[in-house]
C-alpha cells in the first residue's frame, strides 16, 4: 500500500492500523482498518517415504486443536529459503534434503499487504542432534489421508491447499495423488527456489517498520 498508515492498536505479532479507503467502491469516507504482519511462509513437507508433515496447533479462536502444514513469519533480515527451512526445524525437528519455491499467495487482500510464500520440501528426515523448541504433535500422513480429509472438509487450513494448486497448474503435478519419485523429477526441472538464493521479499515485523 503506498497511503499513510496510522497505528491503531499493536501486539508484538500484528498490528491494527487505519488508511484512506481511496476508491471504496462504497464511497466511505470512515477509516479502512488494515491488518499488518511480516510476510510468511507456508511449507508442504514429504518425508523420505512421501508421507506428508503435519503439526497439530491449539488454535484458541476456534477453541482446538487443528492440523496444518508447517508455516510462520519471515523474520526481519531473513530470506524466505531461510524462514521456511527454520519454521519446519522449530515446529516438527526435521529438516529436508531439497526446498522448492513453488508461489506467492495473497490470502486476504481486504484486509492485509502481506505475502504467504509456498515452499515444498523433500526428504524430510530427523534433524541430529536438534531439541526441539515448539511443543505441538508431529503428524505422518499417507497423502492419501490429507486428501480424504479435504474431500470430507476436515482440513481446516484450507488457504494452504492453494500452493497445492497452484503447484498443479504451473507444473502439472498432484502433489497429493503423484508418485514421490515422479514430484521429485519435476520439481526438479521445473521449480525454482535453491536455499540461499534471496528474493527480497522479507517484511519488517510491525514494531520494526
Known amino acids: 500500500m503506498t497511503a499513510e498508515f496510522k497505528t491503531v492498536f499493536q501486539t508484538p505479532w500484528f498490528e491494527i492500523r487505519t488508511v484512506d479507503p481511496g476508491q471504496e467502491p462504497s464511497g466511505t469516507t470512515e477509516p479502512y482498518y488494515c491488518l499488518v504482519r511480516p510476510n510468511g511462509v507456508i511449507a508442504f513437507v514429504l518425508d523420505r517415504a512421501g508421507a506428508v508433515v503435519l503439526v497439530e ?4 479462536p476456534l477453541g482446538r486443536v487443528t492440523l496444518e502444514m508447517p508455516a510462520g513469519s519471515v523474520d526481519t533480515g531473513e530470506t524466505l529459503e531461510a524462514a521456511v527451512v527454520r519454521e519446519v526445524l522449530e515446529e516438527t525437528g526435521l529438516v529436508c534434503e531439497r526446498w ?5 499467495c495473497r490470502l486476504a487482500l481486504q484486509r492485509e499487504d502481506v505475502v504467504d510464500h509456498f515452499f515444498v520440501g523433500l ?3 530427523e534433524a541430529e542432534g536438534y531439541q526441539r523448541t515448539e511443543h505441538g ?3 505422518f500422513l499417507p497423502r492419501s489421508e490429507l486428501l480424504d480429509l479435504v474431500k470430507s472438509h476436515r482440513f481446516d487450513q484450507t488457504a494452504a491447499l492453494g500452493g497445492l494448486y497452484v503447484a498443479e497448474k504451473l507444473f502439472g503435478i498432484d502433489l497429493l495423488t503423484a508418485d514421490l519419485a515422479c514430484i521429485q523429477s519435476v520439481l526438479a526441472t521445473s521449480a525454482g527456489g535453491d536455499l540461499g538464493t534471496d528474493n527480497g521479499s522479507d517484511r519488517a ?3 520494526q517498520q
Open 137 to 139: 504433535t508431529v503428524r
Open 57 to 60: 496447533q491449539y488454535r484458541p
Open 100 to 104: 522448492h519455491s513453488i508461489t506467492p
Open 205 to 207: 515485523r510491525p514494531d
Open 123 to 125: 526428504g524430510a528426515h
